[in-house]
């Protein structure tokens, strides 16, 4: 479970965050292995001298409570263009998604939508904020609950 949880924050990071912001936050509903657990990831501070973020991750398991905090520099932190873009080109030979609208407990989004074939993973991307929309593999599902975007 703690590698699943592990993998879930790095592919956030990795993948994409809207705006990078202090205040950005976003909630996801997930299980894995049988088990349900939220996650809650949010930007807390900004360091101007070493130009990164201070991302703090709440997990809830079974009703106990566990946060890490840790500093994401800014050219790891993708912007909304950068989400646009990945809206842009997903179609294309470059990311190979598909356009899709996914329904999540947050709302509805235009997403593109990647498939691992070799995993079978599907991941929805969007401009929201940390990106990720929804994903799921045969052993975990994470999906968008909640969400505020810095202004």
């Keep these: 479970m703690k590698a699943f949880i592990v993998f ?16 950005d936050s976003a909630t ?10 939220s996650m809650t990831v949010k930007l807390t501070a900004f360091n101007e001298t070493a130009n990164s973020f201070t991302k703090e991750t709440l997990t809830s398991i079974m009703g106990q409570e566990q946060v890490e905090s840790e500093e994401v520099a800014t050219e790891d ?17 470059v990311i190979k998604g598909k356009l899709a609208s996914v329904t999540v407990a947050a709302g509805t989004f235009d997403s593109c939508e990647i498939v691992d ?3 079978g993973a599907v991941q929805n991307l969007g401009v ?6 929804k994903y799921s593999s045969p052993e975990v599902n994470l999906e968008l ?7």
Excluded: H, R, W
């Excluded at 996801?28 to 657990?37: E, I, L, N, V």
């Excluded at 912007?79 to 294309?92: F, G, K, Q, W």
């Excluded at 929201?128 to 929309?133: A, H, S, T």
């Design 8 to 23: 879930a924050l790095a592919a956030m990071t990795t993948v994409a965050f809207a705006s990078p912001k202090i205040g």
């Design 28 to 37: 996801y509903s997930a299980s894995a292995s049988g088990m349900d657990f």
């Design 77 to 93: 932190l993708a912007s909304d263009e950068a989400l646009n873009m990945v809206m842009a080109l997903c179609e294309t030979e």
């Design 117 to 119: 074939a070799q995993s």
């Design 128 to 133: 929201v904020p940390f990106g990720l929309i």
């Design 145 to 151: 609950s909640a969400f505020s975007a810095a202004l």
